[in-house]
Protein backbone atom coordinates (compact mmCIF):
# COMPACT_ATOMS: atom_id res chain seq x y z
CA UNK A 1 0.00 0.00 0.00
CA UNK A 2 1.50 3.59 -0.41
CA UNK A 3 3.12 5.13 2.57
CA UNK A 4 4.14 8.70 3.67
CA UNK A 5 6.61 9.06 6.49
CA UNK A 6 8.28 11.65 7.82
CA UNK A 7 11.23 10.92 9.65
CA UNK A 8 10.14 12.06 13.69
CA UNK A 9 7.31 13.63 15.35
CA UNK A 10 9.18 16.24 16.67
CA UNK A 11 12.45 18.26 16.17
CA UNK A 12 14.11 20.42 18.76
CA UNK A 13 16.48 22.45 17.83
CA UNK A 14 18.76 25.72 18.81
CA UNK A 15 18.10 28.95 16.64
CA UNK A 16 20.37 29.81 14.32
CA UNK A 17 20.94 26.13 13.64
CA UNK A 18 19.41 23.89 10.23
CA UNK A 19 16.68 22.42 10.63
CA UNK A 20 16.48 19.24 8.69
CA UNK A 21 13.23 17.14 7.70
CA UNK A 22 12.88 14.01 5.79
CA UNK A 23 9.98 12.48 3.98
CA UNK A 24 9.74 9.15 2.78
CA UNK A 25 7.65 7.49 0.45
CA UNK A 26 6.78 3.72 -1.06
CA UNK A 27 4.64 2.39 -3.49
CA UNK A 28 4.11 5.99 -5.35
CA UNK A 29 5.16 7.58 -8.73
CA UNK A 30 4.70 11.28 -7.33
CA UNK A 31 4.56 14.37 -10.36
CA UNK A 32 5.71 16.18 -7.76
CA UNK A 33 6.06 16.89 -4.12
CA UNK A 34 5.26 19.69 -1.78
CA UNK A 35 5.81 21.17 1.33
CA UNK A 36 3.75 22.88 3.85
CA UNK A 37 3.34 24.12 7.57
CA UNK A 38 1.06 23.97 9.83
CA UNK A 39 0.18 26.05 12.98
CA UNK A 40 -2.13 25.33 16.18
CA UNK A 41 -5.45 25.41 15.19
CA UNK A 42 -4.92 26.90 11.48
CA UNK A 43 -5.31 25.08 7.98
CA UNK A 44 -1.61 24.12 6.29
CA UNK A 45 0.35 26.85 4.50
CA UNK A 46 1.71 25.73 1.33
CA UNK A 47 5.62 26.62 0.88
CA UNK A 48 7.53 24.82 -1.81
CA UNK A 49 6.95 22.22 -4.74
CA UNK A 50 9.37 20.47 -6.49
CA UNK A 51 8.77 18.61 -9.56
CA UNK A 52 10.01 14.67 -10.26
CA UNK A 53 12.73 16.44 -12.63
CA UNK A 54 13.87 18.73 -10.25
CA UNK A 55 17.08 17.67 -7.74
CA UNK A 56 16.83 21.11 -5.47
CA UNK A 57 14.23 24.26 -5.27
CA UNK A 58 15.16 27.07 -2.69
CA UNK A 59 13.28 30.01 -1.54
CA UNK A 60 14.77 32.41 1.10
CA UNK A 61 16.51 29.90 4.05
CA UNK A 62 14.17 27.14 2.67
CA UNK A 63 15.95 24.54 0.39
CA UNK A 64 14.10 20.97 -0.68
CA UNK A 65 15.75 17.95 -2.49
CA UNK A 66 13.93 15.17 -4.27
CA UNK A 67 15.71 11.97 -4.92
CA UNK A 68 13.13 9.65 -7.13
CA UNK A 69 15.27 6.83 -6.78
CA UNK A 70 15.83 7.24 -2.53
CA UNK A 71 11.97 7.86 -2.60
CA UNK A 72 13.14 10.95 -0.30
CA UNK A 73 12.81 14.31 0.37
CA UNK A 74 14.92 16.43 2.19
CA UNK A 75 13.31 19.83 3.57
CA UNK A 76 16.19 22.66 5.37
CA UNK A 77 15.63 25.32 7.35
CA UNK A 78 18.94 27.13 7.53
CA UNK A 79 19.54 30.31 10.36
CA UNK A 80 16.29 28.32 11.80
CA UNK A 81 14.63 31.06 14.20
CA UNK A 82 11.87 30.53 17.00
CA UNK A 83 9.12 31.82 14.38
CA UNK A 84 9.79 28.82 12.56
CA UNK A 85 8.25 26.19 15.01
CA UNK A 86 5.02 24.73 13.71
CA UNK A 87 4.10 21.49 12.19
CA UNK A 88 5.82 20.69 8.87
CA UNK A 89 4.16 18.64 6.10
CA UNK A 90 5.16 16.71 3.31
CA UNK A 91 2.44 15.61 0.37
CA UNK A 92 2.71 13.78 -2.69
CA UNK A 93 0.77 14.02 -5.85
CA UNK A 94 0.52 11.76 -8.38
CA UNK A 95 -1.00 14.36 -10.66
CA UNK A 96 -3.41 12.49 -12.96
CA UNK A 97 -6.77 14.83 -14.01
CA UNK A 98 -7.88 18.39 -13.50
CA UNK A 99 -7.62 18.71 -9.74
CA UNK A 100 -4.70 17.71 -6.82
CA UNK A 101 -5.21 14.53 -5.05
CA UNK A 102 -2.26 15.13 -2.42
CA UNK A 103 -1.96 12.72 -0.24
CA UNK A 104 0.14 13.84 3.41
CA UNK A 105 2.39 12.56 5.59
CA UNK A 106 2.02 12.77 9.67
CA UNK A 107 4.25 16.31 9.80
CA UNK A 108 7.18 16.71 12.02
CA UNK A 109 6.56 18.73 14.80
CA UNK A 110 9.52 21.67 14.86
CA UNK A 111 10.36 23.53 17.69
CA UNK A 112 13.02 25.93 17.54
CA UNK A 113 14.54 27.48 20.89
CA UNK A 114 16.75 30.65 21.63
CA UNK B 1 -5.74 35.54 5.29
CA UNK B 2 -5.60 32.39 2.68
CA UNK B 3 -8.87 33.66 1.04
CA UNK B 4 -10.72 29.96 1.40
CA UNK B 5 -13.47 30.78 4.29
CA UNK B 6 -14.46 27.96 6.55
CA UNK B 7 -17.76 28.26 8.94
CA UNK B 8 -17.80 27.71 11.98
CA UNK B 9 -14.67 27.64 13.50
CA UNK B 10 -15.99 25.29 15.92
CA UNK B 11 -18.88 23.05 16.20
CA UNK B 12 -20.10 20.25 19.03
CA UNK B 13 -22.85 17.98 18.26
CA UNK B 14 -24.96 15.07 19.23
CA UNK B 15 -25.22 11.94 17.39
CA UNK B 16 -28.45 12.34 16.32
CA UNK B 17 -28.01 16.23 15.25
CA UNK B 18 -27.70 17.31 11.42
CA UNK B 19 -25.74 19.90 10.94
CA UNK B 20 -23.63 21.76 8.02
CA UNK B 21 -19.47 22.97 7.12
CA UNK B 22 -19.43 26.17 5.04
CA UNK B 23 -16.62 26.57 2.93
CA UNK B 24 -16.12 29.55 0.74
CA UNK B 25 -13.27 30.65 -1.93
CA UNK B 26 -12.74 34.06 -3.27
CA UNK B 27 -9.74 32.89 -4.94
CA UNK B 28 -11.97 32.07 -8.67
CA UNK B 29 -10.19 28.52 -8.27
CA UNK B 30 -12.04 25.73 -9.85
CA UNK B 31 -11.36 22.61 -7.44
CA UNK B 32 -12.93 22.12 -4.01
CA UNK B 33 -11.92 19.49 -1.48
CA UNK B 34 -12.44 18.39 2.09
CA UNK B 35 -9.62 17.35 4.21
CA UNK B 36 -10.10 15.30 7.54
CA UNK B 37 -7.54 15.95 10.23
CA UNK B 38 -7.63 13.71 13.39
CA UNK B 39 -4.87 13.84 16.16
CA UNK B 40 -1.84 11.85 15.21
CA UNK B 41 -2.45 10.89 11.92
CA UNK B 42 -1.93 12.30 8.54
CA UNK B 43 -4.83 14.38 6.50
CA UNK B 44 -7.19 12.21 4.83
CA UNK B 45 -8.45 13.54 1.64
CA UNK B 46 -12.70 13.42 1.59
CA UNK B 47 -13.92 15.00 -1.42
CA UNK B 48 -12.54 16.67 -4.39
CA UNK B 49 -14.65 18.71 -6.66
CA UNK B 50 -13.79 20.02 -9.87
CA UNK B 51 -15.90 22.81 -11.65
CA UNK B 52 -18.57 21.80 -9.44
CA UNK B 53 -18.35 17.74 -10.09
CA UNK B 54 -17.07 15.63 -7.74
CA UNK B 55 -14.41 13.77 -9.05
CA UNK B 56 -13.03 11.74 -6.12
CA UNK B 57 -14.74 10.49 -3.18
CA UNK B 58 -12.36 8.37 -0.70
CA UNK B 59 -14.76 5.93 0.83
CA UNK B 60 -16.09 8.07 2.97
CA UNK B 61 -19.20 7.18 5.19
CA UNK B 62 -22.37 8.39 3.90
CA UNK B 63 -23.23 10.32 7.08
CA UNK B 64 -21.01 13.27 5.54
CA UNK B 65 -22.90 14.16 2.67
CA UNK B 66 -20.62 17.26 0.24
CA UNK B 67 -22.43 19.95 -1.61
CA UNK B 68 -21.10 22.27 -4.47
CA UNK B 69 -23.64 24.68 -5.74
CA UNK B 70 -20.85 26.53 -7.60
CA UNK B 71 -17.19 26.74 -7.79
CA UNK B 72 -17.08 29.26 -5.03
CA UNK B 73 -18.74 27.43 -2.23
CA UNK B 74 -18.44 24.01 -0.69
CA UNK B 75 -20.58 21.94 2.08
CA UNK B 76 -20.31 19.17 4.14
CA UNK B 77 -23.51 17.65 5.75
CA UNK B 78 -23.23 15.69 8.19
CA UNK B 79 -26.03 13.76 10.34
CA UNK B 80 -25.91 10.63 12.54
CA UNK B 81 -21.87 11.40 13.18
CA UNK B 82 -20.19 9.31 15.67
CA UNK B 83 -17.91 10.22 18.41
CA UNK B 84 -14.72 9.07 16.13
CA UNK B 85 -15.42 11.51 13.87
CA UNK B 86 -14.29 14.23 16.19
CA UNK B 87 -11.90 16.06 14.52
CA UNK B 88 -10.53 19.36 12.40
CA UNK B 89 -12.37 19.48 8.96
CA UNK B 90 -10.45 21.51 6.50
CA UNK B 91 -11.74 22.95 2.79
CA UNK B 92 -8.95 23.72 0.34
CA UNK B 93 -9.13 25.08 -3.01
CA UNK B 94 -7.00 24.79 -6.26
CA UNK B 95 -6.59 26.38 -9.74
CA UNK B 96 -7.15 22.58 -10.78
CA UNK B 97 -6.52 23.49 -14.36
CA UNK B 98 -4.57 20.01 -14.71
CA UNK B 99 -1.46 21.87 -15.23
CA UNK B 100 2.35 20.74 -13.07
CA UNK B 101 3.84 23.51 -10.96
CA UNK B 102 2.66 26.06 -8.49
CA UNK B 103 -1.09 26.10 -9.74
CA UNK B 104 -1.37 23.19 -7.94
CA UNK B 105 -1.05 24.15 -4.64
CA UNK B 106 -4.10 23.74 -2.43
CA UNK B 107 -4.99 26.96 -0.08
CA UNK B 108 -6.31 25.87 3.00
CA UNK B 109 -9.26 27.48 5.39
CA UNK B 110 -8.76 27.34 8.93
CA UNK B 111 -10.72 24.08 9.58
CA UNK B 112 -14.26 23.54 11.70
CA UNK B 113 -12.99 21.97 15.18
CA UNK B 114 -16.01 19.03 15.13
CA UNK B 115 -16.82 17.02 18.43
CA UNK B 116 -19.05 15.00 18.46
CA UNK B 117 -20.62 13.89 21.74
Known amino acids: SQKIEQNSEALNIQEGKTATLTCNYT??????LQWYRQDPGRGPVFLLL?????KEKRKERLKVTFDTTLKQSLFHITASQPADSATYLC?????????????FGTGTRLQVTL | ETGVTQTPRHLVMGMTNKKSLKCEQH?????MYWYKQSAKKPLELMFV???????ENNSVPSRFSPECPNSSHLFLHLHTLQPEDSALYLC????????????????FGSGTQLSVL
Open chain 2, 92 to 107: ASSHGEGLVGTNEKLF
Open chain 1, 91 to 103: ALDPHTGTASKLT
Open chain 2, 49 to 55: YSLEERV
Open chain 1, 27 to 32: NYSPAY
Open chain 1, 50 to 54: IRENE
Open chain 2, 27 to 31: LGHNA
